[in-house]
C-alpha cells in the first residue's frame, strides 16, 4: 500500500489540544509542511504566543520559545539577531499580534526583521472563552460585544495586511484562508514562500491566515467554514498585498 | 591629606565640562584620586551648566561639592548662586569680562580674570575656560606641575586633536597672567 | 595611575559589558542612562555586536529574551519609569531561567517623576517588580570602578544560577566620571544545552516555556528555583565594612548614600563618636550576616537611602529588630549631605546616651 498522506515530520505526536473543528490543526501542518518541504527543521526555532496556539512549543518539533502576550515578533528579534543564520517563525493570533503586541508587529515589519509571523486571524480571543477581538467584524456578537461589535463604540476591525503593506519596511505580506481545498493550497505556497524569504534574506515576511473558532463563533465546524465565505473574506480580501522583490523587478521591466 | 573641591559653573556651551574633565584629569595623571561629576539634564541646555572635581589624596567619598575650596564662576547666576558656599580661605576666579560686579566675600582669595577678552584679543575666541584654568593650575596647590599637555590630549578627542594647540596657547595664556 | 582612563559610570557599564563577551545589547532612550545606549550604538558595530534601539521598553526586554534564549549573552537598560515596562519581561525571564543583565540607572518617581539621582526602586528591584514569585540578584554599585566591575560579575552570574542579574545604579554614579581600569576578565565556561539554538536533527526540541498549567508542576519548579536561590543566598553576599569594629553606630548606606555616608563616618570619628559603616554590595542577597554580627556589639542603626526608607525593612529584619534602626533619607532627586547624615549620627549618639 502506498502511502498518499503522512503527518509532517515538524509536528511531533504530541495531540493537539484545538477544538473540533478549529482550523489551528490545518494551519500547523501547513507551517510543519514548509519546514519539512525545505528542511530547515534543525535550524529553525518558533515563537508560540499567547492565546489558542500557547502550547504550540509542544507541537513543533523543532526548538521552541513561548513568548509573553503580544511579544513574540521582540522575541523573535532577538534570537534572529543572536542567530542570523537560523530560521526563525512566530505564530500568533489576532489578539496577540494586533492588539496587545501591536507595537511590537509593526516595528519588526518597518525594520524589516528577517522572521516568518505567522497570523492566525479568526476574529476572536478563543483561548479566554470568546471575547472581542481587534479583527472582530462589525456586529459580531462576542462575549464582550453582547450586542454586536458597535463600531461607535470600540471602532472597526483591524486590516493587517493593509496597513502593514503600506510601510516602506516589509518584504511580503499576503492574506490567505483555509475554509475549503482550493484556499489551503493557497495558504500552503504563501506560508512556503514566507519562509524562503527568510532563507534568502529578503526579510520580513507575514502570512495572515482567516481562520475559524466554531466553539466561540457558536457554529458547527461547517457552518464556521461558510461564515469564512460569507463574512471574513469579503471584510478581509484574500490576496498579496506586498511583495517587495516583485516590487522590484516589475521596476527594473520599465 | 588633603582634598580640594572645585564647583566649575557657567553657561551651557562655555565648556563648563571640558574644562572639568581637564582637571580631573589633570590630578589623575599626578597620581591623586579624582571625581567629576556633572548637573544633568534640560538644564545643560543652553541654562546654567555646573560640575563638581574633586582632586585628593585619599579616596573620594561623596563626589558633590556643596561648599567649594575652589569656585570658578564663569557667569554671573554662577557667582551669585555659588559666592556664599566657598568655604572660609577658599578661592574664586571668575570671568571679569561677563561679570560686572565685584566679589563680596573678604574671607577668600579672589582671581578676577577677563578671561572673555584675552580669548578674543588672543584670537581664542571661545577658549575663556581654558584661560581661567590656566590660572587655576598655577594658583592651586592641589596641581603640582605645570604641564598640560598630557591632560588636555586626554580631553580633547581624537578628531579635534587640531584644537589640542590652540587650547595650550589659551592655558598659557592663563598660567602666565 | 595613568593606566586608568576617567569614564563615566554609564559609559563603564557598557564597555565592560562589551568586555564580558555581551554582543547584544537592546535600548530605548531615557535620562539619566541614556549614554549606554549611545556607547553601544558606537561601538557594537565596530566589533560585529548588535545594538538596536528598541520600540520600547517591552520590546527591549523581549529581545533581550530571545538572545538570551540564544544562550547568548544579552543586556538593556533604563532608568526607573523603563524598568517598570521592562518588569513583565523580566518575570518571564525569571521563569524560564534565563540569564540576563538589566540595569536601572534610578531616578526619582514615582510616575514620571524626576531625572535626578534616587534609590527608591529598591523594594522593586529586590521584591521582584514583576508578578510571580522571583528573585533577581541586585547589585549595587558606588563607584565608576564597580560599575565596570559588577557588570563583568553580573553577567557571570547570570549565567551560574541561570537568573537575571540586575544592576541598580543611580543618576549620580551614572553620570560621575571616575577613574577606571578595565579588569582581565576570563569567560566563564558554562554548558548552555538548554538553548533554542536549533535541534540540528540531532536531539530532541529544547523549549523556553515559563507556562505551566499543572500546579503540582508549577509548584515543583518554584521549589527548584528557590533550591538555587538558596545557593545564591549563602555564597553570593557582598559587602563593604568600613570602621566597623568598635562601632556604636552602624550606618548602612549603598551605592551614592553609601558614598557620602562615608565622609558623615570620617568626621564623625574625628569628634570621638564611635560610628561605622556597612555598605550592601549585593542589595539580594542582603549580607544579613554581616548586619546580625554587628548588632551584637553595635546598639543603633541608622539606614541612609535616597528613598522614603526601602531598605531599613531589611536592615530591621537582619537585626531582627534587636536595635533600633534610624532613617536618614532625602527623596524626589534630593541626596543626604555628609552634614545631614552627620547630626542624624549625633542625634542617635544622644539618644544612646539616654
New interface residues.
Partial sequence: MSIVFDKPHALTDAPLHYCPGCTHGIIHRLVAKAIDDLDIEGSTVGVAPVGCAVMAYNYFACDMVEAAHGRAPAVATGLKRAMPDNIIFTYQGDGDLASIGMAETVHAATRNENITVIFVNNAIYGMTGGQMAPTSLPGQVTQTSPYGRDVKLCGYPIKICELLSRLDGPEYIERVAVNNVKNIKAAEKAIKKAFENQINKKGFSLIEVISSCPTNWGMTPEKALSWIEENMIPYYPLGVYKDRSAEKKEGEQQ | MSTTHILIAGFGGQGVLFAG?FL??KG??E????????S??PEMRGGTANCSVIISSE??????V?APDVLIAMNLPSLDKYEGAVVPGGKIFYDSTLISRKVEREDVKIYAIPATRLASESSYRGLGNMILMGKVIKECDAFKAPDTR?ALS?VVSARHQDLLESNLSALDIGYNL | ??D???MKGNEAIAEAAIAAGCRHYFGYPI??QTEIAAYMAKRMPKIGGVFLQAESEIAAINMVYGVAAAGKRAMTSSSSPGISLKSEGISYIAGCDLPALIVNVQRGGPGLGG??PSQSDYFQATRGGGHGDYHMIVLAPAYVQEMADLTLRGFDLADIYRMPVMILAD??IG?????VKMKEYTPLNISKDWAVTGTKMKRVHNIVNSLCLEPEQLEESNFKRYERYKAVLEKEPMYEEYLTDDADIIIAAFG?AA??S??AV?EARKMGIRVGLIRPVTLWPFPKKAFEKAADRAKAFISVELSMGQMIEDVELAVHCRRPVYLCNRVGGM?P??EQVLSKIKEVEENLKK
Fill in positions: 574633565k580631573a584629569y589623575l595623571i597620581g591623586c584620586n579624582v571625581s567629576w561629576l556633572p544633568y539634564g579616596d573620594v567619598g561623596s563626589p558633590i556643596d598630557e586626554k | 595611575m595613568t586608568k582612563v576617567l535620562t539619566p531625572i535626578q543618576g549620580t553620570q560621575m566620571m571616575e577613574p551614592i558614598r557620602v562615608k565622609n570620617n541626596i549631605s555628609p
